[in-house]
């Protein structure tokens, strides 16, 4: 079992599930840390660094894990304003929730490929909350902030 923390900008460890024996298989030197999730195959880590706005993509066949790149998340201008947050994989295909942005990024891993869904529910809403608007709603842009994504199996 592959285990992500947040200690150092991604610190990742083994877990060995037959003794219980946690491994240290290094650290990444991410902004900061949020969200991990890997491969079919386990040879690659996807995390989630929602300060600046990235996923960083990690080499996990060796001892040691190392990064590989970070993919830049960050469609509305600024810094730290979109903030990748829970991902998952279905082959080449990660589907990433921008919690601050409300959207859903589609990222084709291999081929450093990004689109941006705007997820909001049907109006009338308040943006802030995801429920029912105020008396006098919020201006200004963006929807729900989206915490979480999975796929169907």
């Known amino acids: 079992m592959t285990v992500a923390s947040s200690g150092s900008g991604g610190h990742i460890y083994r877990l060995d599930t037959a003794t219980d ?5 290094g650290t990444l030197g991410a902004a900061d840390w949020h969200s991990f999730n890997m491969s079919s195959n386990e040879k690659v880590g996807f995390g989630t660094s929602p300060h600046s706005d990235e996923i960083i993509l990690t080499d996990l066949s060796g001892p040691v894990a190392s990064p590989i790149a970070a993919l830049h998340l960050d469609p509305t201008p600024g810094h ?38 705007q997820l909001s529910p049907p109006a009338p809403f308040n943006a802030a909350t995801c429920g029912p608007p105020p008396p006098e709603p919020p201006n200004g842009q963006g929807g729900c902030a989206i915490h979480g994504v999975t796929l169907r199996p």
């Open 21 to 25: 024996t946690l491994s240290d298989a």
């Open 80 to 117: 730290g304003n979109d903030e990748p947050d829970a991902l998952s994989v279905r082959g080449n295909t990660l589907f990433v929730s921008l919690r601050a942005s409300g959207q859903l990024a589609i990222v084709k891993v291999n081929q450093r490929e990004v689109r941006f869904l």
